[in-house]
C-alpha cells in the first residue's frame, strides 16, 4: 500500500495548477505543499531525492521540497527574516544544555511539532536584524498546562537579592501546592545565555520567595519566573520582570 503526495511548484506567469489558497502562496516566484507518506517501502527513508528531502516527525514520514536559488537579490522582509531566523537558531544553541529545552519538549508532546519548533514559532518575531532580542518582555521561554498564581509580583531587589511574592487561591489538600517557583534571568548586553536558578526551595504555597542572583541592582537583567510540577514535566507560562541596575550602584560604578 503506497500513497505518495508530491510538492507542486507552480509558475506564477503560467499557472499549470489550481491557485492555492493564501495561507500556502509563496509570494515571490513559486508555492510549495508539503507531503505525507504512508508506506511499507518507505516509512524509514530519510535523506535528499533530487529536490525532495525526506525526514520523519514523531514516527510520521514527510516530504518536503528543497528552497529554489533566486538570482534577484532578497527584500528587506526576506532579509529580516534571515537575521531573525540566525538569531533566534544561536538563542536556542545557547541554552539546549538548559531547561528551556525540557520545558518546549514537554509542551509538544501532544502535539506533531518539536519543541525546536514551537519555539522557533513563538519567538521568531522577538529578534531584530541586528541579532537582538527587540522586545524581552515578549519573549516566551516557557509554555505549558500549568497556571501562575495570582498576583505574582516583583516586591523589592537590592543586590544580589530578589524578592517575588505572590497569592495562593488552591485548597490546601490539592498537589498543586508543591509546584516548585522556577526562575531565569538574562543580561542586558546582547548576551544570549539564560541562567536558570538550580533552586527548589519554594513552592507555590508559600506565597514568597527570595532569589539569589548576584547581578541584580549592579546591571540590569530581565527576569523570567515561571512554575513547574514535582515531576519536572509539566510548566506553565512564565512572568516577566525587569530590573535596572539600582541608583547606588549606578553611583557606586561612575
Same mark, same amino acid.
Given at each position: 500500500f503506497f500513497i505518495l503526495e508530491l510538492p507542486v511548484t507552480c509558475d506564477r506567469e503560467n499557472p499549470v495548477a489550481p491557485e492555492p489558497s493564501p495561507a500556502l502562496y509563496n509570494k515571490s516566484q513559486n508555492w510549495k505543499l508539503m507531503a505525507s507518506v504512508i508506506s511499507l517501502l518507505f516509512n524509514k527513508i530519510k535523506g535528499r531525492i533530487n529536490n525532495f528531502v525526506f525526514y520523519q516527525v514523531k514516527g510520521q514520514q514527510r516530504i518536503r521540497s528543497c528552497g529554489y536559488k533566486r538570482s534577484s !537579490? !532578497?527584500?528587506p522582509a526576506q532579509q529580516l527574516q534571515r537575521c531573525r531566523m540566525r538569531a533566534i537558531v544561536s538563542f536556542y544553541r545557547a541554552n539546549r544544555e538548559t531547561l528551556l529545552t525540557k520545558i518546549w519538549k514537554a509542551e509538544a508532546s501532544d502535539k506533531p511539532e518539536s519543541g525546536y519548533n514551537l519555539f522557533i514559532s513563538a519567538n521568531i518575531t522577538v529578534f531584530n536584524q541586528e541579532f537582538r532580542i527587540s522586545d524581552y518582555s515578549i519573549l516566551c521561554i516557557s509554555k505549558g498546562k500549568l497556571n501562575l498564581p495570582p498576583c505574582l509580583t516583583l516586591h523589592d531587589?537590592?543586590? @544580589?537579592?530578589?524578592?517575588i511574592y505572590w497569592q495562593n487561591d488552591l485548597? @490546601?489538600?490539592?498537589s498543586r501546592n508543591q509546584d516548585y517557583l522556577q526562575a531565569a534571568?538574562?543580561?542586558?548586553? @546582547?548576551s544570549f545565555t539564560l541562567h536558570?536558578?538550580?533552586?527548589?526551595?519554594?513552592?507555590?504555597?508559600?506565597?514568597?520567595?527570595?532569589?539569589?542572583?548576584?547581578?541584580? @541592582?549592579?546591571?540590569?537583567?530581565?527576569?523570567?519566573?515561571?512554575?513547574s510540577d514535582q515531576s519536572g514535566r509539566n510548566f506553565s507560562s512564565a512572568r516577566y520582570f525587569y530590573l535596572p541596575a539600582t541608583k547606588t550602584t549606578l553611583q557606586a560604578t561612575t
Open positions: !537579490p !532578497p527584500t531587589y537590592t543586590e @544580589g537579592k530578589v524578592t485548597p @490546601g489538600d490539592t534571568w538574562l543580561k542586558s548586553d @546582547g536558570f536558578i538550580p533552586d527548589k526551595t519554594y513552592t507555590r504555597d508559600c506565597c514568597k520567595a527570595v532569589l539569589d542572583i548576584p547581578e541584580a @541592582g549592579r546591571q540590569s537583567i530581565h527576569l523570567y519566573v515561571l512554575f
